[in-house]
C-alpha cells in the first residue's frame, strides 16, 4: 500500500507544532543546568571544609563585570529585535555591544583570578576552596568563552553582509544560549560572592 | 506497495564500489543507517563485554581457580560493566530510538540529522577509546592497563594515589565523550518527538514508543548531566591537583557516590523505558488487541521518569546515612514499584482474552513480563534498608541487577530484533533459529541468574576474585558457569540468524505482522525519505484505520 493513503480524506486540520531550534535548544540548557547543579552543590557542601589555606573572604564582589554581563542580555535581545524588522546596521551595533560586554566580563574574571593566583597564593590545588572555586566559576567563564565565539562569528558574517532577516530565528536560539549564561551567573554570583562569603 | 516506491527502491539497489558503499555509511546523516550503526555496534561490544563476563565465570566456576589473574579479573568486570552499560545498552537503545522514532511518528528524518551524526561518533570513539587503554594506560608496560576501578569507580580508588598510570584516565574520559554523545541524541530526539510529528498526531495520538523514547530522552538529559559534571571534577581532582574527592584534604568519597548515583539510578530507567516501549508495541500486535489502558501507560511512565531520579541513594544504604535519609530512600524507591507494576497488568490484560500468536518477539515479550515481575521483586526486597544492609555488595545484587538488564531489556531487545529486523532488512528471519535462540537463552538465563541469587544469600561478596572451598558456594557457582555456554550458544545462533537471514531470508514485504504503526506503511527497508507524502493519522493505530475503514479507531478514541 502507499504510505499517502493513511491520510483520511478530508481532513482540514490545521497543523503546527514548536519550531526545532528553540526546543533542541531549551533541552541542551537543561542538560547544562544539570551540570551546573552538581558543581553548584559541590561548591555549598564543601563550603568551610579546606583544612588549610585561604578561604572565601578573600574573594571581592565582581560588581562591575556583574553589571556588563547582565546588561549584555538587554543588548542581545534588542539586537535580535532590530534583525527580526530587517535593521541590519542597528543589530550590528547591539551585536558588537554584546560582544564587548561580555569581553569585559571574561577580562574582569581573568583579572580577579591573577589577584587571586598571584597576590592571596589561591590556586586550583592550594585547597577544597580553591578547587570548587575555580571549577564552578571557571565552568561559567568556560561558557562565557563559547558563547563570545559564537557571537563573534555571527558578527564576522554580519560585516561580510551575510546576515538577513531571515536568521533572526537561528540567532533568537543562541541568544536564548546566552540568556542561560547570564542566568548562571545570577546563581554562581549568589552562590560563591554573597551566601559564600 | 505502490509500484512507484517499488521504482525508488530499485534504484538505490544499483551495485556501487565497496569504497562508495563504506564512505556513504561513514558520512552518512539518515536516522535509519545511524541506527543501525548504533545498533550494529552495540552488539559488536555486546559480543565482547559478553566475552569477559565469560571468562569471569571460568575463573569462578570451582574454587581456587587461576584462570586470570587477580588484576586481570578487576579489569574484567570493570570493563564488562563499563561496556555493557555506556557501549552496549545505552547505543543499543538509541539505535532503535533512532530508526523507529521519526517513522512511527510520520517524519522523514530526525530534528538535527548531522547533530545525530556527531552524536553516533562520539559514542562510537568513547567505546574506542575505552578499548584503547589496554595499549594506552601503559598497559604494555606492565603498570595500569585496562581501568580496573569498578564500574562506578568509588573514590579514593581512582586517585592518582591508588590509580597510577592512565587506565583510570581512559575511563573517564570515555565516559565524557560518550556522555556528550548520548545528551545529543536526547537533545534530538526531545526535538523530533515535539516538533515533526505528522498532521493529526497530538501527543495523546503517539505510539507508546514514542512517548516512551520522550521520557528516557528527559531522563537521559537529567541523568548524564551530572554523570558529565563528577568526571569533570575526576578529571581536575586527577590532572589539577584537585580535591573533590580527596579525603585528606577534606574532600569526600561519599559526595562521588551521590553523584555518580544521581546519574546511576536513572540510568537503568533510561535502559528499561525503551524495554517497556518495545513490550507496549509488541506484546498489543500479537495479541490482536489495542494495548490496555494508553493513558494510564502514559502516565506511568512519566511517573517511573519523575520518582527515578529520586532513588539514587538506595545504592548507599550501607554507606551510613541519616536514619532521615535512609527512610526516605526506602519509600521513594518502594514507590517506583507501583506504576511500574500498573504496567505489568496493562500488558497482561492486553494479552487477556487475545489471540495471541507466539512467534519469536512474543515469546521474548512473555518470558520478560515473568522475569521483570521477579527481578521487580527483589528490587523490593533490596529497597529495604536492613534487608539491604545484609546483602549490599554480595552477589544477590549481581543476581538483581542482571535479572533486570539481561532478564527484561535485553530480553525486550531481542524481541524488538525479531520484531523490526523485517522492516530494516525487508527479509524474514528464520522463525527455528529464532525459536531455538529463545530457548536456549530462557535456559541459560535462568541457569546463570536464578541460582547466583543463593551464593549472594550466603554471603558471596561480588567482584572477589576466586573464593574458598566449604562455604557453599562452590555448586552453584559451578551451575552458574554452564547457564553461561547456553546464553553463549544462544548468542551465535542469534547472530547467524541475523546474517543468515540478512542475504538469504524470504522477502517480507512492507508489512508481515498486520501492524498498525505507521512504520509498517512504508516499504522494507524504507526510502531515505520515509514517506513520500506525509501520512495523516486520526488515531493511535492508523493503520488499523486504514485497514478497517467500516470500524475505525478515531470513532471510539
Keep these: ?197 | 506497495m505502490s509500484t512507484e516506491s517499488m521504482g525508488w527502491t530499485a534504484t538505490t539497489d544499483v551495485p556501487r564500489p565497496l569504497v562508495e558503499r563504506l564512505h556513504h555509511w561513514v558520512t552518512t546523516v539518515d536516522h535509519k543507517r545511524l541506527g543501525i550503526l548504533y545498533v550494529v555496534y552495540a552488539l559488536i561490544f555486546l559480543v565482547v563485554g559478553g566475552i569477559e563476563a565469560t571468562l569471569m565465570r571460568i575463573q569462578l566456576i570451582r574454587p581456587h581457580n587461576a584462570f586470570v589473574s587477580p588484576q586481570a579479573f578487576n579489569q574484567l568486570f570493570t570493563m564488562h560493566g563499563t561496556t555493557m552499560i555506556f557501549f552496549v545498552a545505552m547505543p543499543m537503545v538509541f539505535g532503535f530510538a533512532n530508526y523507529l522514532v521519526p517513522l512511527m511518528i510520520g517524519a522523514r528524518d530526525m530534528a538535527f540529522p548531522r547533530l545525530n551524526a556527531f552524536s553516533f561518533w562520539m559514542t562510537a570513539f568513547g567505546g574506542l577509546l575505552l578499548y584503547f587503554s589496554i595499549v594506552g594506560g601503559y598497559g604494555l608496560y606492565g603498570a595500569g592497563g585496562a581501568p580496573d576501578v569498578g564500574w562506578f569507580a568509588y573514590a579514593p580508588l581512582t586517585a592518582k594515589t591508588f590509580s597510577p598510570g592512565h587506565s583510570t584516565d581512559f575511563w573517564t574520559l570515555s565516559l565524557l565523550v560518550s556522555g556528550v554523545g548520548s545528551i545529543g541524541t536526547a537533545v534530538n530526539l526531545i526535538a523530533t518527538i515535539l516538533c515533526l510529528r505528522c498532521p493529526g498526531m497530538t501527543l495523546g495520538k503517539m505510539p507508546l514508543l514514542a512517548w516512551m523514547n520522550l521520557t528516557m530522552a528527559g531522563l537521559v538529559i537529567l541523568a548524564v548531566g551530572p554523570l558529565t559534571a563528577a568526571q569533570l571534577m575526576l578529571v581536575v581532582d586527577r590532572y589539577l591537583g584537585g580535591h573533590f574527592f580527596d579525603t585528606q584534604a577534606g574532600g569526600s568519597a561519599v559526595v562521588w557516590m551521590h553523584f555518580f548515583w544521581v546519574f546511576g539510578h536513572p540510568e537503568v530507567y533510561v535502559l528499561a523505558i525503551p524495554a517497556f516501549a518495545f513490550a507496549s508495541e509488541i506484546i498489543p500486535v500479537f495479541s490482536r488487541k489495542a494495548i490496555f489502558g494508553y493513558p494510564v501507560m502514559v502516565a506511568a511512565t512519566l511517573a517511573i521518569g519523575f520518582i527515578s531520579m529520586s532513588v539514587w541513594a538506595h545504592h548507599m544504604f550501607t554507606v551510613g546515612m541519616t536514619s532521615l535519609a535512609n527512610t526516605f530512600f526506602v519509600l521513594s524507591t518502594m514507590a517506583i514499584a507501583v506504576p511500574t507494576g500498573i504496567k505489568i497488568f496493562n500488558w497482561l490484560a492486553t494479552m487477556w482474552g487475545g489471540k495471541i500468536s507466539f512467534r519469536t518477539p512474543m515469546l521474548f515479550a512473555t518470558a520478560f513480563l515473568f522475569q521483570f515481575l521477579i527481578a521487580g521483586l527483589t528490587g523490593v526486597m533490596l529497597s529495604s534498608a536492613p534487608f539491604n544492609w545484609q546483602l549490599s555488595g554480595s552477589y544477590f545484587v549481581v543476581a538483581h541487577f542482571h535479572y533486570v538488564i539481561v532478564g527484561a531489556i535485553l530480553f525486550m531487545v531481542f524481541a524488538a530484533f525479531y520484531y523490526w529486523f523485517p522492516k530494516v532488512s525487508g527479509r524474514m528471519y528464520d522463525e527455528r533459529l529464532g525459536k531455538l535462540h529463545f530457548w536456549l537463552f530462557v535456559i541459560g538465563f535462568h541457569l546463570t541468574f536464578d541460582f547466583m541469587h543463593v551464593p549472594g544469600l550466603l554471603g558471596m561478596p561480588r567482584r572477589i576474585y576466586t573464593y574458598e572451598p566449604g562455604r557453599g558456594w562452590d555448586v552453584w557457582n559451578l551451575i552458574v558457569t554452564i547457564g553461561v555456554l547456553f546464553q553463549s550458544a544462544a548468542v551465535l545462533v542469534f547472530v547467524a540468524n541475523l546474517v543468515l537471514s540478512w542475504f538469504r531470508g524470504q522477502p517480507a514485504g512492507s508489512d508481515p505482522w498486520d501492524g498498525w504503526t505507521l512504520e509498517w506503511s512504508t516499504t522494507s527497508p524504507p526510502p531515505e525519505y520515509n514517506y513520500a507524502v506525509l501520512p495523516v493519522v486520526r488515531s493511535r493505530r492508523p493503520l488499523w484505520d486504514l485497514k478497517h475503514p467500516e470500524d475505525p479507531d478515531w470513532k471510539y478514541e
Design chain 1, 1 to 197: 500500500m502507499a504510505s499517502e493513503t493513511v491520510a483520511s480524506p478530508g481532513s482540514d486540520l490545521r497543523w503546527e507544532l514548536p519550531s526545532r531550534g528553540p526546543v533542541g535548544m531549551y533541552c541542551l540548557i537543561a542538560a547544562e543546568a544539570a551540570i551546573f547543579v552538581i558543581f553548584v552543590v559541590a561548591y555549598l557542601f564543601y563550603l568551610g571544609k579546606s583544612v588549610s589555606g585561604p578561604t572565601p573572604s578573600i574573594l571581592a564582589l565582581p560588581v562591575f563585570i556583574s553589571v556588563c554581563l547582565l546588561s549584555s542580555s538587554l543588548s542581545i535581545h534588542f539586537a535580535v529585535r532590530s534583525l527580526r524588522s530587517g535593521r541590519v546596521t542597528l543589530f550590528l551595533l547591539w551585536w558588537v555591544l554584546t560582544l564587548l560586554l561580555g569581553a569585559i566580563f571574561l577580562g574582569g574574571t581573568a583579572r580577579e583570578w591573577r589577584h587571586l593566583i598571584a597576590d592571596e597564593g589561591l590556586r586550583i590545588d592550594t585547597n577544597l576552596f580553591g578547587t570548587t572555586y575555580y571549577s564552578l566559576v571557571g565552568l561559567h567563564a568556560l561558557h562565557v568563552t563559547v558563547g563570545l565565539l559564537l557571537i563573534g562569528t555571527v558578527a564576522v558574517f554580519t560585516f561580510l553582509r551575510q546576515v538577513r532577516a531571515q536568521h533572526a530565528g537561528r540567532l533568537e536560539v543562541l541568544s536564548l544560549y546566552w540568556h542561560f549564561v547570564d542566568a548562571v551567573w545570577v546563581v554562581v554570583f549568589t552562590v560563591v560572592y554573597v551566601i559564600g562569603r
